[in-house]
């Protein structure tokens, strides 16, 4: 058993990117996740690992250091909340372009515009399907406990590195406020110089390295041809994301009749919503997507061979729920509860909207 | 066991620490704990709450509507939460400052005065430690050892020689609170 610590997701997201040897952390503040770069500035890692932390002067100055850093094939994150998160979406298309790995974390609140500081999950559509302009995908993880906003630290980075690409840690208001149980990983140690040119100098800027060409990089190529093939390349990697590291999770699926899709906090209101509906006989699962790009579509058409119905549950006017139909494919009904603006649903709501759309329509 | 708790009332009364607390004694003797508080542009003198869940299995929803114990701290809480009090669970508040009292009959009620007695101790900042004993009081669902280790990592290091006085004004809470 490792550490045990009372803490916020936003400060296990930092202590978890201490801990994993990041090298680097460019952020600017913003509710609800101003808490990371308080953290990490309070702890002040560069005394326990060597870690820079930074605050740039804008969310454009973070996300273009950001991308600087990881070109040279160092660990490196970001973090900021919705209205910061839009302003970082041109690196983020340059990182993509570039194929450069680092972690971008989103506690989401809500929108549009600067909109308010409580929770919402109605970013969905700007991690998953591209956010800045061009044919792209983040690896794009949903924490739904404390824990997994630590745990996630490690993953996101293995899968940055595995496919060279930025990849988002999407939470929102909840999970970043909130404090819970978590157990923390032992200290990593940081990859030296000579163990990051080993390791990653067939691509990053690491200085030339016995004599090979230089290597460049960059987003931009004028010549078409070699564009679409590097567009095409991109989109195998995202092919193989869908192959290979599709992660969700099913809670009381095995007799269920009903299924609550649902991720990050809005999964933990719909886990109560069981306990609800099963001491009333409705025989009711969920379906927790833990990656949202690639979307867990297997098991839900797996879902969709024996369920009367679904209902995506989201705190927004209904983004994943065109996941889940397009999964669905229209065997069974698809329906969407959620709310907007900072409001967060309560179960007892999640329960009856189940009762009114999915069962009783 | 789960125990699902909302504490409401102003601002600085020490709501936020005191369920900061309780969730690291359940933390203490191997429970599951969640601590969620309302966040917002509140400041001292507004409302804030905070709901803690403590249980033996893995916590559903941290956000809930319907407590097995409300622990009100002023009016504006108690016209808020009442009502969400589950049948047969558990209100205790402070009447200090509470005009119009809790009307339930088919929930127990129990009162602290806990500013009071505060005040009486020389030191309103143990306010919120007397409101956690006389709730521990009814219902002993951390041990007391285990609170006091809560307090000793909950509290930065330079505040540990005041956790005799935090204990003793749980003990005072214990004591003194009441069946209304």
């Given at each position: ?289 833990i990656t949202l790009f690639p979307f867990p579509e297997k098991p839900i058409q797996e879902l969709a061979k024996r369920v009367k ?52 329509g | 066991m789960t125990e699902e708790i909302i504490i409401a009332g102003f601002g600085g009364q020490g709501v936020l620490s005191m ?63 009442e009502k969400g009090v589950k049948k047969g669970g558990l209100l205790l508040y402070d009447p200090n400052g509470i005009i119009h ?80």
């Open positions: 058993m490792g550490e045990l610590k009372l803490m916020k997701g936003n400060e296990a997201v930092a202590e978890a990117m201490i801990r994993e040897g990041v090298d680097g952390y460019f952020g600017y503040p913003i509710t609800p996740q101003s808490e990371v770069i308080e953290y990490l500035t309070t702890e002040e890692p560069h005394k326990r690992t060597g870690m820079v932390v930074l605050q740039a002067e804008s969310e454009l100055a973070a996300i273009n250091m950001l991308y600087g850093a990881a070109g040279t094939g160092k660990k490196v994150a970001t973090s900021s909340s919705s209205p910061g998160i839009s302003l970082k979406q041109e690196g983020i298309s340059y990182i993509a372009g570039s194929e450069l790995p680092c972690v971008i974390i989103n506690v989401v609140r809500g929108g549009p515009g600067l909109g308010t500081i409580q929770p919402s999950q109605a970013d969905y559509f700007q991690a998953t399907k591209g956010g800045g302009h061009g044919d792209y995908h983040l690896y794009v993880l949903a924490p739904s406990s404390v824990q997994e906003m630590a745990d996630f630290v490690e993953d996101a980075f293995e899968m940055a590195f595995k496919y060279r690409t930025p990849v988002m840690i999407l939470s929102d208001g909840v999970i970043g406020q909130m404090m819970e149980k978590v157990e923390l990983k032992p200290q990593k140690k940081r990859l030296t110089d000579a163990e990051v040119i080993k390791k990653y100098g067939s691509w990053a800027t690491v200085g030339r390295v016995g004599g090979r060409e230089r290597n460049i990089i960059t987003s931009l190529d004028l010549d078409s041809h070699k564009m679409e093939a590097h567009n095409i390349h991109l989109q195998s990697k995202y092919e193989q994301m869908k192959k290979e590291d599709v992660r969700y999770e099913e809670l009381q699926t095995e007799d269920a009749e009903y299924i609550i899709v649902a991720y990050g906090s809005s999964a933990r209101i719909s886990q109560k919503v069981i306990q609800l509906a099963r001491k009333d006989g409705i025989k009711l699962g969920v379906l927790r997507p119905g679904f209902l995506a549950v989201e705190m927004s006017a209904g983004q994943m729920v065109e996941d889940v139909k397009l999964a669905v494919n229209g065997k069974v009904k698809v329906e969407h509860y959620g709310r907007n603006g900072g409001i967060v649903p309560t179960p007892g709501e999640v329960y009856e909207a189940l009762k009114q759309k999915i069962i009783g | 369920g900061k607390i309780l969730a690291y004694s359940g933390i203490m003797q191997d429970q599951e704990v969640s601590w969620m508080p309302s966040y917002g542009p509140e400041m001292r003198g507004g409302t804030a709450n905070v709901t803690v869940i403590l249980s033996d299995e893995r916590i559903s929803s941290p956000i809930l509507t319907e407590f097995d114990t409300a622990i009100i701290l002023n009016q504006q809480s108690m016209d808020k939460f009292h809790p009307t339930r009959t088919d929930i127990d009620i129990y009162t602290i005065n806990g500013a009071e007695l505060a005040a009486e101790m020389g030191n309103p900042k143990i306010f919120n430690m007397i409101v956690l004993g006389a709730f521990l009081k009814i219902k002993p669902i951390v041990k007391l050892d285990n609170v006091i280790k809560g307090l000793k990592k909950s509290l930065p290091e330079r505040y540990h020689n005041l956790i005799p006085l935090n204990q003793s004004a749980i003990e005072k809470g214990m004591q003194m609170v009441k069946a209304k």
